[in-house]
C-alpha cells in the first residue's frame, strides 16, 4: 500500500510555507494542505518563463523607451531649431521696424520742412504781392484825395466869387436905381416893383450859386478826408499782413482790412440839386411877381 501512494505522484506531498503573519498555523496548514512535487517543478518553469517574458517586455519597453526617448530628443532639437529660427527672425523683425520707423521718421521731418519752407514761401510772396497791392491802393486813393481836395478848393473859390460877384451886382444896380431915380422926376410903382425884383434876382442868384458852390466844396472835402482814413485803414491792414501773414487765417485778414472800404453813403447822396434849393426859396418868375404886385395895388 505503501509502495502504491510513493509511486503515484499526487499521494507526495509538500509543505508549503505560510507565513504566520496571515493568522493560520503553519503545521496545521502544511499537514491539511499537500501540493504534488511534480507541480513544484513546473512551477518553476513558468517562473522561469515568465522571468523570461519579463525580460523581454522589459527589453521591448527598455527599447520603446529609448525610441520615445530619441523621438523627444528629436523634438526638442526641432523646438530649439525653431526657437533659434523665431529670434532670428524676431531680431529681423526688430529691425526692419526700427528702420522703418526711422524712415517714418524722416519723412516726417522732411514734410515738416517741406511744409515750412512751402508756407514761408507763400508768406513771402502774399506780403510781396500784399505790399504791392497795398502801395498801388494807396497811391491811387492819393491820387482820389487831391484831386478831391483840389475840387473843393475850386467850389469853394467859385463861392467866395459869387460872393463878390453878387455884392458888386448888387452895388452896381443900387448905383443905377439912384441915379435913375435922381433924373427922372415922376417915379411910379411898377417902376420901384421891377427894381426890387431886379436887385431880389441879383441876390438870390448870387446866394444860391455861392451856397450850392459852398456846399460842393464841403463834399468834396468831406469825401478826401473819408479817403484818407480809408488810407489809415488799408495801412493798418498791410502793416498786419507783415507781421502776422505767415499765422493768420483770411477772417482774421479780413478783419483787418474791414474798415478800409467804407460802406457809408458818400456825401454826394442826399445833396440837393439846385432846382430843390430854388423851390426853398420860392424864387417867383417876374411875370408872377408883377401879376401879384398889381393884384396888391388894385386891392389898395
Not at 493560520?24 to 518563463?49: A, F, G, Q
Not at 525580460?55 to 527598455?62: H, L, S, T, V
Not at 520603446?64 to 529670434?87: A, G, P, T, V
Not at 463834399?219 to 482814413?229: G, S, W
Amino acid at each position: 500500500m505503501s509502495t502504491q501512494e510513493d509511486d503515484f505522484p499526487m499521494n507526495r506531498t509538500s509543505e508549503t510555507k505560510i507565513p504566520e503573519s496571515h493568522g493560520v498555523n503553519r503545521h496545521t496548514y502544511s499537514k491539511s494542505l499537500r501540493i504534488p512535487t511534480e507541480y513544484s517543478s513546473h512551477e518553476d518553469e513558468y517562473k522561469d518563463e515568465y522571468k523570461r517574458n519579463l525580460i523581454r517586455a522589459y527589453e521591448d519597453g527598455k527599447k520603446s523607451y529609448m525610441e520615445d526617448f530619441e523621438e523627444i530628443n528629436k523634438l526638442k532639437e526641432q523646438l530649439h531649431q525653431e526657437r533659434r529660427e523665431l529670434r532670428i527672425e524676431k531680431a529681423k523683425f526688430s529691425k526692419e521696424k526700427s528702420d522703418s520707423e526711422k524712415s517714418l521718421e524722416n519723412a516726417r521731418r522732411q514734410t515738416e520742412s517741406e511744409r515750412q519752407k512751402y508756407n514761408e514761401e507763400i508768406s513771402n510772396k502774399l506780403r510781396e504781392r500784399s505790399s504791392d497791392y497795398v502801395k498801388d491802393t494807396v497811391d491811387e486813393l492819393r491820387d482820389r484825395e487831391k484831386m478831391l481836395v483840389a475840387w473843393s478848393k475850386i467850389w469853394n473859390f467859385i463861392g467866395v466869387l459869387s460872393l463878390f460877384v453878387g455884392i458888386f451886382c448888387i452895388y452896381f444896380v443900387g448905383e443905377q436905381m439912384i441915379r435913375l431915380i435922381n433924373s427922372v422926376q415922376d417915379i411910379t410903382a411898377n417902376f420901384m416893383v421891377l427894381s426890387a425884383l431886379k436887385s431880389l434876382l441879383v441876390i438870390g442868384i448870387s446866394g444860391t450859386s455861392s451856397g450850392y458852390a459852398f456846399s460842393l466844396g464841403g463834399k468834396h472835402m468831406h469825401e478826401a478826408l473819408k479817403i484818407a482814413d480809408r488810407i489809415h485803414a488799408i495801412r493798418f491792414g498791410g502793416m498786419y499782413i507783415q507781421i502776422y501773414g505767415s499765422i493768420s487765417k483770411w477772417e482774421e485778414t479780413k478783419d483787418a482790412f474791414s474798415d478800409w472800404n467804407v460802406s457809408a453813403p458818400t456825401a454826394f447822396y442826399n445833396m440837393q440839386t439846385e432846382d430843390g434849393i430854388l423851390q426853398k426859396l420860392h424864387i417867383q418868375s417876374p411875370s408872377q411877381t408883377t401879376a401879384n404886385s398889381k393884384g396888391a395895388t388894385d386891392r389898395k
